[in-house]
């Protein structure tokens, strides 16, 4: 069974990518979605069998001997306990929704199946790290998944900005897989293994290790923790490495929500838990783990107040629920963790498929300033946008009621260094989140409609523009202001241009009709109509499972608590202002963003324009992008530059092989200069030789010369 779950999705893949065009489109997405559509229901079999009270725990399942190297020997092999079948659950339900609602967005660009064949191959690496028995297996599956990501994020390779957001992506990605890897060669030299039943065993007997490096001796375990956590980092998008996540946004809107909801977001909170022995054993690590997590978590959910992208204000929403399962982790909540990541693939797959109708109704309008009053021409959209919304602000009795209430609740109980700083994040972070959430759903939904003036513009669903461009985004933003002030721009786009000019430009090249929103085709909204259910009911139903009085039959021992972790239990102990706390600030956001853009929508235009520095610094993501231009790209590029030019060019070729061809092609110069056909000029030459060996036996008295005089 768990061969066909992670083969079928390679299969699918493989005859969408080599046979798509002889095939058609048509029959690689059916292909490609039939065969993930069947390992998704093998998932649940799966899910229900291991957690079942008929499972004892991890099992092995042997595919070959991958390689021996001396000491090292690493099988493929499949790791089948709980944590495995949750991710196999999440992993293929996400992506055959994606697959299938794909088969509409999707449906007029002429390259489907290159399309579904990397979506499946995607998930096939996503599926490859989840079921990894070894570290090595993991990090093939986690460089396979980054691969898939550049490909998919750069799917519409013809834009830049496409380009751009792939490269992006894949090269801050290495940034953190580089702490990864060094991670992965420290587990070996410590354990003399990279499986999990090699690694797992030997962590009490290394609690007092210690190790040099960089020329100071350290905790072993910590060390190697902190390396492992860094390759968490770039790929969950945590602070200082979480720059790609919202230029990822370039990419298809199905490939946002694959890539946000279920898969490659989350492989560094697998990848923790699935360490969490590891971890426990490091407890220093594990500070560090809550305080990114914390800082991750407010960081991002500033950001999110201000952003205008519609697909954008979600992205950042991931990188704050990646925080919040981060902070879990490191209190030594896995459980919540790991719940937290179950319920948020189904409100957050809910919310990026539903911006996807979206868009697809305003004809790939992104821009939340140019929409508005939709609600009456996609209901259908609107009340699944409504419920994401619910769950993802943690509404009472909704899935991220039940995980996100307990992180805050384990951040407060825990005893850890650093479990205050984390708490206080995550509550603010709650009452940002409600108000961007609920500001999203106001500017797109409700209020006056302001597409009907200039027409919802942009390029088709070819792939040549899902974003449009910057500068008729402002211009757009600065017409609807100034009718009506329902949007809180400044007089300046969001790197600081004028407006005016933008707003010229995009009169002379976008004069369309306007054209009425619609709802989107059955294939999409079936999707957001199942996703709709778990975002709504999956806490409640598996709440006792996962972190409730079943917990521990359960996960049976897929994850460590070790003797002195008692933060599960001790999270009923929470006082109830805490355990009120994430409500109240759930309706305050909701108030907030009710007074300002129902009420009084004039209001965040007046707010932006009184807080220019503050709203330019949060509309500029905090500047990491500039900062790290400056002290990482620029450098690194004018360094690159100096080598091709300096010395490649002008010393190693220039005194190497293209110096030692000049020198000798100047010599053959001279020399045919001296082949003139004349004997006078041939006699002349040999009257200089002699001449000249005179003159070396008159100034050295050489021997040689004395013979030929003699």
């Not at 399942?61 to 999440?90: C, E, I, P, Q």
């Not at 946004?249 to 699935?274: C, D, K, Q, Y």
């Not at 990646?322 to 902070?327: A, I, P, R, T």
């Amino acid at each position: 069974m768990y061969h066909a779950i992670v083969f079928l999705p390679l299969i699918g893949s493989l005859i969408a990518g080599l046979f798509g065009r002889r095939i058609g489109a048509k029959a690689s997405e059916f292909v490609t979605t039939s065969l993930v559509a069947f390992a998704a229901l093998l998932s649940w079999v799966a899910f229900f069998e291991v957690t079942g009270g008929h499972g004892h725990g991890a099992t092995r399942h042997l595919v070959a001997n991958w390689f021996t190297v001396g000491d090292l020997a690493v099988d493929w092999a499949f790791r089948a306990d709980t944590l495995t079948v949750v991710m196999l659950v999440v992993v293929n339900s996400v992506s055959c929704l994606v697959h299938l609602y794909s088969t509409g967005y999707m449906h007029e660009d002429p390259h489907r199946p290159r399309f579904f064949s990397y979506l499946s191959l995607f998930t096939f690496a996503m599926l490859m790290l989840v079921t990894s028995d070894n570290l090595v297996q993991m990090f093939f599956g986690w460089e396979g998944v980054g691969l898939a990501s550049y490909l998919l994020i750069g799917f519409w390779y013809e834009k830049p900005s496409a380009n751009a957001a792939a490269m992006k992506a894949f090269i801050v990605n290495r940034v953190g897989d580089f702490g990864f890897s060094l991670g992965i060669f420290l587990v070996f030299v410590l354990t003399g293994s990279v499986a999990f039943d090699g690694i797992f065993p030997k962590v009490a007997e290394l609690s007092n290790a210690q190790f040099h490096f960089l020329g100071t001796e350290w905790h072993a375990l910590t060390l190697c923790c902190l390396l492992l956590f860094m390759g968490a980092m770039g790929k969950s998008a945590q602070f200082l490495l979480h720059t790609w996540l919202p230029d990822a946004m370039e990419g298809p809107t199905p490939v946002s929500a694959l890539i946000h909801a279920a898969t490659m977001v989350t492989a560094g909170v697998f990848m923790v838990a699935r360490l969490s022995p590891l971890f426990e054993a490091a407890p220093n690590a594990l500070i560090v783990v809550t305080v990114i997590g914390g800082i991750t978590a407010f960081f991002a959910a500033t950001i999110g107040l201000v952003q205008n992208d519609i697909k954008r204000v979600i992205a950042y929403s991931t990188c704050s629920q990646l925080g919040y399962m981060f902070v879990a982790l490191g209190v030594g909540a896995y459980a919540a963790g790991v719940f937290h990541l179950f319920t948020h693939a189904f409100f957050k797959a809910l919310l990026f498929l539903g911006a996807g109708s979206v868009i697809h109704a305003m004809h790939h309008e992104q821009d939340m300033r140019n929409m508005g009053a939709l609600r009456r021409y996609i209901p259908f959209t609107t009340a699944m946008m409504a419920i994401g919304t619910l769950a993802l602000i943690g509404f009472p009795f909704t899935a991220g009621y039940y995980s996100k209430d307990a992180i805050i609740e384990a951040a407060y109980v825990s005893t850890r260094p650093g479990h205050t700083l984390a708490f206080l994040a995550t509550v603010i972070a709650a009452f940002f989140t409600s108000f961007y959430s609920w500001r999203l759903f106001f500017m797109t939904f409700e209020g006056q409609k302001r597409w009907a003036a200039h027409g919802a513009h942009g390029h088709d669903a070819h792939g040549h523009d899902d974003h449009h461009a910057d500068a008729h985004a402002t211009a757009g933003a600065a017409q609807a202001d100034g009718a009506r002030g329902h949007h809180e721009g400044v007089a300046h786009d969001d790197k600081g241009h004028d407006v005016e000019a933008a707003l010229h430009a995009s009169h002379e090249h976008h004069d369309h009709a306007p054209h009425t929103p619609h709802e989107s085709p059955r294939v999409m909204t079936i999707p957001l109509a199942i996703l709709a259910v778990g975002a709504l009911f999956a806490g409640m139903v598996f709440k006792n499972r996962f972190i409730g009085e079943g917990m521990d039959e359960f996960w049976k021992g897929a994850l460590a608590h070790g003797p002195n972790n008692h933060i599960m239990h001790d999270i009923h102990n929470a006082p109830g202002w805490v355990q009120n706390s994430p409500f109240v600030m759930l309706v305050l956001g909701f108030l907030v963003a009710y007074w300002m853009y129902i009420r009084s929508p004039s209001l965040p235009h007046r707010l932006a324009g009184s807080q220019p520095l503050l709203y330019r610094f949060l509309l500029n993501k905090w500047y990491f992008d500039e900062i790290y231009d400056r002290i990482f790209v620029r450098p690194a590029k004018g360094f690159g530059e100096f080598l091709w030019k300096v010395g490649d060019g002008r010393i190693i070729d220039g005194m190497g092989p293209n110096g030692i061809a000049a020198r000798v092609l100047d010599v053959t110069r001279g020399a045919v200069r001296l082949q003139t056909g004349y004997v006078y000029h041939y006699a002349f030459v040999m009257l200089i030789g002699v001449a000249l060996l005179v003159s070396w036996y008159l100034f050295t008295g050489s021997p040689a010369v004395s013979a030929v005089a003699h």
